[in-house]
């Protein structure tokens, strides 16, 4: 069910992408962290209540430090969206998906021990080599070109895509203490209003009082959904295995991205972009296959 519930994240956050595109032209990254904060709070907090899901954690540390890099992430690449072409913005962007494949393998590495019958390390590389031939998909589809001037925004696109494995990460830990999806979700929205806010008070703001202020109200409902998917899609992943396979599958993103793409946008794939997608949906395919197998424990 994890997977499904990435694919819809993954739909989600390709749309709000366009948002952004558009709104980019008339608001900086700061204040559509801020908007995009002020609206999920409202839609997290009426759907706790709903489900009877308080908002007190015992657990503010960790709910702090996932907010803090998640900030990052989206500030970085709110920022990355409105400087570079689309199709680079979110080449970067989704560039977290290998680097949670890179931490999981650290991690392995850093904390094992040779014991009997165990003389090698736990690499999961089959599940590895998926979400590399996924990147390489996406790298294929989107031929992401960089010009002189957009080294700074390409760089800060590349951070926010690391930043972002960082706290998806955060999310599987937050899950297994027993935090629920709508708590995790209303700290993240909560600091990205505050962080937002901060830096628009030493910042050019612009009026709400115009036609494209409109593409904030999507910003922020489709960014409270689409979190929401993406939580409950690596709290349910148990395990480095299938935090592979939801990290594989984000890469469905890029095929909505791609979609958008051409009908908003009319930018063709050409011939290397169809390959590209069909190497993501072979990478996903293969991920989803791989967690069937045991993997021996790290």
């Known amino acids: 069910m994890h997977a499904l519930w990435m694919v819809l994240g993954a739909f989600l956050f390709a749309t709000m992408g366009v948002c952004v595109k558009y709104a980019?032209?008339?608001?900086?990254?700061?204040?559509?962290?801020?908007?995009?904060?002020?609206?999920?709070?409202?839609?997290?907090?009426?759907?706790?209540?709903?489900?009877?899901?308080?908002?007190?954690?015992?657990?503010?540390?960790?709910?702090?430090?996932?907010?803090?890099?998640?900030?990052?992430?989206?500030?970085?690449?709110?920022?990355?969206?409105?400087?570079?072409?689309?199709?680079?913005?979110?080449?970067?962007?989704?560039?977290?998906?290998?680097?949670?494949?890179?931490?999981?393998?650290?991690?392995?590495?850093?904390?094992?021990?040779?014991?009997?019958?165990n003389s090698k390390p736990p690499l999961h590389v089959g599940l590895l080599l998926t979400v590399l031939m996924g990147f390489a998909g996406v790298v294929m589809m989107l031929q992401p070109s960089f010009?002189?001037?957009?080294?700074?925004?390409?760089?800060?696109?590349?951070?926010?895509?690391?930043?972002?494995?960082?706290?998806?990460?955060?999310?599987?830990?937050?899950?297994?203490i027993g935090e629920p999806e709508t708590r995790v979700v209303f700290y993240f929205a909560a600091a990205g209003m505050l962080a937002g806010g901060v830096v628009m008070l030493f910042t050019e703001t612009h009026s709400l009082l115009t036609p494209q202020a409109w593409w904030l109200l999507p910003i922020g409902i489709l960014a409270a959904l689409g979190q929401l998917c993406m939580t409950r899609a690596y709290s349910t992943a148990?395990?480095?295995?299938?935090?592979?396979?939801?990290?594989?599958?984000?890469?469905?993103?890029?095929?909505?991205?791609?979609?958008?793409?051409?009908?908003?946008?009319?930018e063709a794939l050409g011939l290397w972009g169809w390959i590209g997608m069909a190497l993501i949906v072979a990478s996903g395919l293969a991920a989803t296959f791989l967690r069937t197998r045991a993997v021996k424990p790290s």
């Open 238 to 266: 148990a395990g480095p295995r299938n935090t592979l396979v939801v990290a594989s599958l984000q890469y469905s993103g890029i095929v909505f991205g791609a979609i958008y793409s051409v009908l908003l946008f009319s």
């Open 147 to 176: 010009q002189a001037d957009q080294s700074v925004p390409a760089i800060v696109g590349l951070l926010s895509g690391m930043f972002a494995a960082l706290a998806y990460m955060q999310v599987v830990v937050l899950a297994r």
């Open 24 to 117: 980019s032209e008339s608001f900086s990254a700061a204040e559509m962290v801020f908007y995009r904060g002020v609206i999920g709070m409202a839609i997290l907090a009426l759907l706790a209540r709903q489900q009877g899901v308080s908002l007190k954690t015992h657990h503010p540390g960790m709910h702090a430090w996932r907010s803090f890099i998640g900030v990052l992430a989206l500030g970085a690449w709110f920022y990355a969206l409105g400087l570079l072409p689309l199709a680079t913005a979110m080449t970067l962007n989704y560039m977290s998906s290998v680097w949670i494949g890179v931490f999981i393998v650290a991690s392995a590495l850093l904390y094992w021990r040779p014991s009997v019958g």
